[in-house]
């Protein structure tokens, strides 16, 4: 099963936002809400495809509330994710899964919210440590070039 997660701006309660408007509530309507984060929203959908079609079908939402829309799918690695431009790019063709590995954004996950994240560049087999604030676990996600030097 591919996951969406949604992270929620600082300012906004995510969930709240999401069903309290009949447009996104009846996009997400057949699916579980789970909060694995703090202000997150994340959803299990059948496929890569099936997770980008349902982030287009909330854009406006997006635009609003959310910070981060973030995409797993373990046929691409079984514990990293994506960011919706680079699901996207995979989706689209554009982007061959086996390369999406090489720019990274690496969050700290701190009694389950996430923290500031940092960019890294992947030059070997192990990550740089997370370095920014002391936290329990991190969350790593691939991002597209345009995106790593944003």
């Known amino acids: 099963m591919t996951r969406v997660c949604l992270v929620g701006k600082e300012d906004v309660e995510l969930r709240y936002e999401l069903v309290s408007r009949e447009t996104s509530r009846e996009a997400l309507a057949t699916y579980d809400l ?3 984060y703090e202000n997150t929203v994340a959803v299990e959908t059948v496929s890569l495809g099936a997770a980008v079609s349902l982030l287009n079908d909330l854009a406006w939402y997006l635009v609003r509330f959310v ?6 799918d ?3 690695d079984d514990e990293e994710w994506l960011s919706r431009a680079l699901a996207e790019a995979v989706r689209d ?3 061959a899964p086996e390369e999406t590995g090489r720019h990274l954004k690496v969050y700290g996950v701190d009694d389950g919210a996430l ?3 940092m ?3 992947r030059t070997g087999p192990e990550l ?13 996600v691939r991002v597209t070039e345009a995106e790593f030097g944003a």
């Open 34 to 36: 789970r909060e694995p």
């Open 67 to 72: 910070d981060e829309s973030l995409v797993f």
């Open 74 to 76: 373990p046929s691409i």
């Open 93 to 95: 063709g554009e982007v």
């Open 115 to 117: 923290r500031e994240p």
């Open 119 to 121: 960019f890294v560049a």
């Open 128 to 140: 740089p440590e997370y370095d920014l604030h002391e936290v329990d676990e991190t969350l790593v």
